[in-house]
């Protein structure tokens, strides 16, 4: 096996075609580079030609047939699927020597990492060479059975050749060894979710080679463990924490803590440990052919496009799961080779909080992967101005000068070789929603990017994490620990030590703190259940303080203060204990650690946020209100923008300990005397609860919905009535109490439904029993006349739910403005009051022009609408839509993203229809669609008014709204620039 590696020498060096590595018969029978051997002779072209010309020409055939099995013996390996068109597209995209081949193409060919590396050699930044494996080609390799496309391995062949004769060493030489690094590289940025081989090239003989021409024997044994120990885990899939057993166990043989105290003679003996473990593993000894190991690294990281974790993130972050990933094939330079080597990872500008201020971490004597997997706590970049002055500078300036030129904040990676600097990476960093509103203020300031660049850069739902709690500066609480402040915000919940726990504690209601070592890819799940993220190791740059960001989780990283003991499931701080399932709380704004519950605060729409909120008004033409049932949610969603109530639910104020008796009293009445009894009882709350909201919303539109419940949800439980009877029988109370409860028992049988949903709800309710309906127009009425007397402004709307015939609007209708227009006359009052309709019955969609003559505006209730349009029981629906959208029926889950081919077409039919009778009909929806940002953008693009939404989401949708007019504007114009969020 040894031997095979001296053969890329003589192909690197030969004029002529060099000969290519022996591989197994299966892989030789291939019927695509039959073609390749044929065209080496005249008779194959003549062959080849007839057999073009004359497809029965068998004679020809046989020939050529038989010339290739004869030739394949010491043919390359190709795919086994003939793919022409493939075989002539490029593949490979080489930078290197101050020229670049990808530095005009796109992220989505060269994904991010491959676009940065190009574009820095062009720019002459100092660059280890390489080159890239497009995203295209990962593709291929999915659609061809795993298998990579033809052509590929001469155009690697070729990029290889190029890379050794700029680099002055050979891919495979045990004398002047070429090392290279195998990276992932998506055109978005997935930090940690996909895999990364270092140190690659690296056997038995090679190593010798390594270690001479550095004079460095525990510089070559380090790199060789770290290659067989990354490889192990990315290609071969052995689980990575068994080769770090095995370091662990000879730092505690030696008495040592850190990696960096061993010696070359431990690394022998771990090596040696590892290569049983791949022996054992995987059936198979360590490949020691350096084209093998390249090869298998490449199919590797395609492969890791989608391994669980990459899935997961993909979805967590609502990209694309076609795109595919590039590699990048670069020349290895190193960090670990003493003190006046280092590596590090930085931001141009502080992800977390947004600031202008140079951003990182490096650790000396080290490989990268030590920084970003926190196994050593790395020190601040800013030492690496005392340390290295002249490299320290030259970083900050070619950094602000890739800040300029992307006009966005860069993530770079930077590893500093015997006083070197070369640059690895560079690409848009990932930061908090707070630090990417600041960044996109400030840009606008610093006029690098337009309003609408900076609103673009925004994703709209992740606004989601401005809106989280801080710890309440009038709180007293003792700090128990402190570490970095990864990740801002406050979390509290129980201590949870794994991902799969935090992922069940989660889905059982719970709210739990992830408390790891460190944290790593496989997590991902666990840090998404999570309330907040802590960890005993890693830094600012570390897998846990990147992902907590991106997610808005807050995190405290690197709190060296505790010691965790997964194992048994417990943390120490000092003597103090901390156990699975304490409540502990973390504030990842200022690093600190608390134990219990402490009291947070709610954010406002404040600083740059603010700004930032009114620069998307300024664009923005559909309107916002918010869905809100209190005085308390009316004030919250105003103070986010909402510009009025558009579905206020009267059902929810009959929940109250006070009220709900009373309210089983009115559905249990057996006559029209006793209901309008408990219907008197009830008038003063809600003419109360409508007060307060009117105040709340004092010169802005509020929509009331009348009562609108499934009846169930207010009866008492019949189970618990039979109990209760029985009860009463047992311990021999007198029969007027065993009656009553027989005759709540009955009332409830007498108004069981088989689908609630679809029984005795909404205007079937009030035309059934009008009393009701006219208690709560009498409360409505009330509450706004006498808040119009004391010059205050409302605009009530009320709205009549359920309706599917315009018979039941007119009837409810007639109720509305018979009771309304007597109060108006009694307290003589000057308000203005409209009636409408909330549509969520697909036949009100159908005959909306019917529908409209009655109806002052239309509300699409869309949860009601998806429900009834799709037969999906929006309770019970999610049992089986994850397996929907997991097998791809489903793009997205229609409950949370308005499922617009089909319910969307009963929303523009029934807009267009509604409106073709009376023009100046006002059109909302008041779903939780309206919170959704695609779904918003479906609501401007068809002429909708407004969207209701929820108080958090009112953000969301304003800054949804504006990037829908922005995204027409520049659809509209033909080659206009394509803006995308970051």
Same mark, same amino acid.
């Given at each position: ?101 990808? *530095? ?17 050699? *062009? ?13 295209? +080609? ?9 298998? @990579? ?32 690094? /195998? ?47 990354? &490889? ?47 022996? =054992? ?36 972050? =609502? ?64 030492? $690496? ?109 129980? @201590?949870? &030590? ?117 620069? %998307? ?27 009025? #109530?558009? $579905? ?65 949800? &207010? ?13 009463? #029988? ?86 509305? +403005?018979? /009771? ?24 009100? %969609? $159908? ?81 939780? *669609? ?53």
């Amino acid at each position: 096996m040894v031997a095979k590696a001296k053969k890329p020498k003589k192909r690197a060096t030969s004029k002529k075609k060099p000969k290519a590595k022996k591989v197994s018969k299966t892989k030789m029978a291939k019927s695509t580079k039959a073609k390749k051997v044929a065209k080496k002779t005249a008779t194959k072209a003549k062959a080849a030609k007839k057999v073009k010309k004359a497809k029965t020409a068998k004679k020809a055939k046989a020939d050529k047939k038989a010339t290739a099995a004869k030739k394949t013996k010491t043919t390359k390996k190709t795919t086994t699927t003939k793919r022409t068109k493939t075989s002539k597209m490029k593949m490979v995209y080489y930078f290197g020597a101050g020229k670049a081949e990808g *530095h005009k193409e796109d992220k989505y060919l060269l994904g991010g990492k491959g676009k940065g590396l190009a574009d820095m050699t *062009h720019a002459g930044i100092p660059v280890p060479p390489g080159f890239t494996i497009t995203a295209d +080609v990962c593709r291929e390799y999915y659609d061809n059975n795993m298998q @990579v496309p033809d052509g590929l391995d001469e155009q690697i062949e070729k990029a290889m050749t190029k890379l050794e004769k700029d680099t002055g060493m050979k891919f495979g030489d045990p004398e002047n060894p070429l090392l290279v690094s /195998v990276r992932s590289g998506a055109a978005f940025s997935m930090p940690g979710m996909m895999d990364t081989v270092l140190n690659l090239g690296l056997n038995s003989e090679t190593l010798q080679g390594l270690i001479k021409k550095t004079d460095n024997e525990r510089f070559g044994y380090d790199n060789y463990r770290r290659f067989i120990g990354m &490889f192990g885990n990315v290609v071969l899939g052995i689980d990575k924490d068994i080769f770090e057993e095995v370091i662990t166990k000879k730092k505690k043989q030696r008495k040592i803590r850190q990696d960096t105290s061993l010696s070359a003679d431990d690394f022998k003996s771990i090596i040696k440990s590892f290569k049983k473990i791949v022996k =054992d593993k995987s059936g198979e000894e360590f490949p020691e052919d350096p084209w093998k190991q390249l090869e298998m690294a490449r199919d590797a990281v395609f492969r890791s496009w989608n391994n669980p974790r990459a899935i997961t993130y993909r979805k967590l972050n =609502d990209l694309p799961g076609d795109l595919g990933t590039a590699v990048n094939i670069q020349t290895m330079v190193y960090g670990n080779m003493g003190d006046t080597s280092a590596t590090g990872v930085g931001f141009t500008r502080n992800p977390s909080s947004g600031e202008k201020e140079f951003y990182g971490e490096y650790l000396t004597n080290a490989q990268g992967e030590d920084v970003v997997a926190g196994i050593r706590t790395p020190k601040p970049i800013i030492e $690496l101005k005392k340390e290295m002055p002249s490299v320290y500078k030259q970083l900050v300036d070619i950094t602000n000068k890739l800040e300029k030129f992307y006009k966005d904040v860069q993530d770079f990676e930077f590893t500093i070789q015997e006083g070197k600097l070369y640059m690895l990476q560079t690409r848009a960093g990932k930061r908090t929603t707070p630090a990417a509103v600041k960044i996109a203020v400030d840009m606008v300031r610093e006029k690098l990017i337009s309003k609408e660049e900076a609103l673009m850069r925004i994703v709209p739902k992740d606004l989601d994490q401005l809106l989280h709690p801080r710890i309440d500066p009038k709180a007293e609480y003792d700090v128990v620990a402190t570490g970095l402040t990864a990740s801002p915000g406050a979390a509290c919940g129980k @201590v949870i &030590f794994t991902a799969d726990q935090a992922v069940e504690a989660s889905e059982s209601g719970e709210k739990v703190i992830l408390v790891r070592t460190e944290t790593n890819p496989d997590d991902i799940h666990g840090m998404f259940a999570a309330e907040g993220i802590l960890t005993s190791r890693g830094g600012m740059t570390s897998h846990a303080a990147v992902v907590a960001r991106g997610m808005g989780k807050p995190c405290v990283a690197g709190c060296e203060d505790i010691r965790v003991y997964e194992s048994q499931r417990q943390f120490a701080i000092g003597t103090l204990i901390v156990k699975e399932g304490d409540m502990i709380t973390i504030n990842g704004t200022t690093g600190e650690v608390m134990l219990g519950e402490i009291p947070t605060i709610e954010p406002e729409l404040t600083g740059e946020f603010g700004e930032f909120m009114d620069w %998307a008004d300024e664009y923005r033409t559909l309107g916002v209100r918010t869905n809100a049932d209190t005085p308390n949610d009316a004030t919250t969603a105003r103070r986010f923008g909402a510009e009025g #109530i558009g $579905l206020c639910r009267t059902e929810h104020m009959f929940f109250a300990e006070d009220r709900l008796p009373v309210v089983q009293q009115m559905i249990l009445a057996d006559t029209t005397a006793e209901r309008q009894a408990a219907l008197d009882k009830l008038m003063p709350f809600q003419k109360s609860d409508f007060t307060g909201i009117f105040k709340a919303m004092e010169g802005l539109p509020v929509t009331i919905r009348t009562l609108d419940p499934p009846l169930h949800e &207010f009866l008492p439980n019949a189970d618990e009535v039979k109990a209760k009877i029985k009860k009463l #029988i047992d311990d021999g109370a007198d029969e007027e109490k065993i009656g009553k409860q027989e005759k709540i028992l009955a009332r409830i049988q007498d108004l069981h439904e088989q689908n609630p949903m679809l029984g005795h709800r909404g205007c079937r309710l009030g035309i059934t029993f009008p009393e009701i309906t006219e208690m709560q127009i009498r409360a409505i009425i009330k509450a706004a006349c006498d808040l119009a007397k004391k010059g205050k402004k409302v605009f009530p709307e009320i709205m009549i739910p359920l309706v599917g015939n315009v018979k039941e609007l007119e009837n409810q209708k007639e109720v509305a +403005v018979r /009771v309304a227009e007597e109060i108006i006359r009694k307290t003589k009052a000057k308000i203005e009051y409209k009636v409408g309709t909330m549509i969520e019955v697909p036949r009100a %969609a $159908l005959t909306a022009d019917e529908v409209a003559s009655q109806a002052d505006f239309f509300s699409f209730g869309t949860n009601d609408l998806t429900q009834m349009t799709m037969g999906f029981s929006r309770d019970d629906a999610g049992k089986f839509l994850k397996y929907y959208i997991d097998k791809g029926i489903f793009e997205k889950d229609p409950f949370v993203t308005l499922d617009q081919t089909g319910v969307g077409q009963l929303v523009q039919m029934g807009t267009e229809k509604g409106r073709s009778v009376n023009k100046d009909l006002k059109v909302g929806i008041c779903g939780e *669609h309206g919170g959704d940002p695609a779904s918003v953008e479906f609501c401007y693009k068809t002429g909708l008014n407004y969207v209701s939404c929820s108080p958090f989401r009112v953000p969301i949708a304003r800054l949804a709204a504006a990037q829908a007019v922005i995204k027409e504007k520049h659809e509209k114009k033909k080659g206009s620039k394509t803006y995308t969020t970051a």
